[in-house]
């Protein structure tokens, strides 16, 4: 090959490398205004408000959602000659939908791993779960209309326990499964305010039908179709893998390969309380990141229960001491609000072992902006100290580009909340 060849092919490829480069930059620019377009249109605006009972639901919100049924409609009704067949494809299609449920022992961490926050991904969970309890239904009527003599008692129908994963009452046999009408009513025990009476044994109940679910749908399908076990065994693998990386994470982050387990002591705090967390490694924890927190000693069934908090005490690097601001509600924080002492002198409370999973959640990049609005309400504020005081340092350091702040907080009382940790 020539040089003047070799010239050509160099001069060529820069050029080529500009126009890439400023297509890119297009293509960038695009999406972002495409982006804050539909934010604008169909993300922030809300077609159903917050609700004990649903909601909050944008035009996005629905949009999705209608679009994820009408595929599994689809899915089920193409070229379909007879009900018995979209039965046997309900089937199918319920074993799919479920398989993401299965991926991990916990949502925060796999919203982490996915990149998504925690509210979106828990809507996945969730319209996955109503989506699989849907085409169980539609699979089990078609089983009694296939056989009338179709009995859920036989162990080769424990299929229909695959609902239990949406449900959040405890004790069930076989049974309480005599129709479909009894799976209604446990769609209706999974109601949010009904779920919130009592979210401990929720959550734990929820997990151990998990488990249940897992090895009845290994005794039902291990004479069904090569696809339904693929999924089966996918599933069981990612929750394994991403299982084991978690405990990993966990025991590395509390230093339990070296002995060293984190303490919490608690305090007063106004009204509320502060933990403080102690850990052996040293942590970055950006603004608007949590921490699950787990206290076995705080009560008889605390050992069962992890909570999430919010980290008020974020600093510019790594750290070794998180500062935890509470507001006293029901349950695990209120035992802990009666255990928390005055600071200073024998008025604080023993140290107690604690141990924790996290940071979790994403940081919103709030710099970018010359103007800031923030608004919170009560011990809500604790979410908004962190940026607040990540805004005042970049504004003193000159590394950000915010100019003015302003902060609304609504306080039904200021006494409350007063205290020199605000």
């Known amino acids: 090959m020539e040089i003047t060849q070799i010239y050509a092919i160099v001069a060529g490829g820069v050029f080529l490398i500009l126009m890439f480069m400023k297509g890119f ?43 994820y049924i009408l595929f599994n409609v689809f899915c089920v ?3 379909v000659n007879s009900f018995d067949a979209a039965g046997d494809r309900a089937g199918t299609l319920s074993i799919i939908n479920m398989a993401p449920l299965f991926f991990g022992l916990h949502l925060s961490f796999l919203a982490d791993l996915l990149g998504l926050s925690l509210s979106n991904y828990q809507r996945i969970h969730r319209s996955a779960g109503i989506m699989s309890f849907a085409l169980v239904a539609l699979h089990t009527f078609a089983a ?15 299929y229909l326990l695959i609902v239990s994963h949406i449900v959040t009452s405890a004790d069930i046999s076989l049974k309480d499964w005599q129709g479909i009408s009894t799976l209604s009513f446990l769609i209706v025990l999974s109601i949010r305010f009904i779920r919130k009476l009592s979210y401990e044994f929720f959550l734990r109940s929820h997990q151990a039908l998990a488990f249940l679910v897992g090895y009845v749908l290994w005794r039902h399908l291990s004479s069904k179709s090569f696809v339904n076990q693929v999924c089966l065994y996918v599933s069981a693998g990612i929750f394994g893998f991403t299982s084991v990386i978690q405990l990993f994470a966990t025991f590395y982050r509390n230093g339990m390969f070296w002995g060293h387990l984190p303490r919490a002591v608690v305090n007063k705090a106004g009204s509320g309380f502060m933990i403080s967390l102690t850990v052996h490694g040293r942590l970055k924890i950006n603004p608007g990141q949590y921490i699950n927190l787990w206290i076995p000693s705080v009560s008889f069934w605390s050992f069962l229960q992890s909570h999430p908090f919010i980290v008020a005490s974020c600093e510019q690097g790594e750290q070794t001491n998180l500062e935890l601001l ?72 000159f590394t950000t580009r915010t100019r003015r702040v302003r902060l609304v907080w609504q306080l039904e009382n200021i006494g409350k909340c007063a205290g020199r940790h605000w």
């Not at 605006?45 to 209608?66: K, M």
């Open 326 to 397: 509470v507001d006293s509600q029901k349950g695990f924080t209120s035992i802990l609000q009666r255990l928390a002492r005055y600071e200073g002198g024998s008025g604080r409370s023993d140290f107690r072992l604690a141990l924790f999973t996290g940071p979790h959640g994403a940081s919103a990049t709030l710099g970018e902006y010359e103007r800031v609005l923030m608004v919170a309400s009560g011990f809500r504020i604790v979410a908004q100290l962190p940026y607040l005081r990540q805004l005042i340092r970049g504004y003193n350091d």
């Open 144 to 158: 009694v209309h296939h056989d009338p003599t179709y009995s859920l008692r036989m162990p080769g129908n424990l």
């Open 25 to 67: 930059l297009f293509i960038q620019q695009f999406l972002q205004s495409l982006n804050i377009t539909i934010s604008r249109y169909f993300t922030y605006p809300l077609v159903v408000r917050r609700h004990r009972l649903l909601g909050p639901w944008s035009p996005a919100d629905i949009l999705l959602q209608l679009l």
């Open 77 to 79: 009704t193409f070229r």
